[in-house]
């Protein structure tokens, strides 16, 4: 499976929640995570996506912990069933 198969299927699971997934790109700062997730009642979720069994690189585990370092919550997903955790997570936290 791609990993832009793995993508789009966390963008509609998101989109059916009622929130928005955009393709994050910060010039200057590569190795930031593909999607910020936002959620309805303001939660913010950084998420990385790659092919199964595929790891982030040593600069995007940094990127993820400065933005661990301030409050926001980073996933690495790659598979379908690591979305629908994702999901369910996000529900609890919109309260759906």
Do not use: H
């Not at 955009?22 to 010039?27: E, L």
């Amino acid at each position: 499976m791609r990993e832009s198969t793995i993508e789009a299927y966390l963008r509609d699971r998101v989109k059916d929640l009622g929130g928005k997934a955009y393709k994050f790109v910060s010039p200057g700062n590569d190795g930031v995570p593909d999607r910020l997730v936002c959620l309805p009642g303001g939660r913010v979720v950084f998420v990385e996506l790659k092919a199964p069994g595929k790891k982030p690189t040593k600069l995007q585990q940094i990127q993820q912990r400065r933005l661990s370092d301030l409050g926001f919550s980073t996933w690495v997903i790659d598979n379908k069933e690591n979305v629908d955790v994702f999901i369910r997570c996000c529900k609890d936290w919109v309260g759906k």
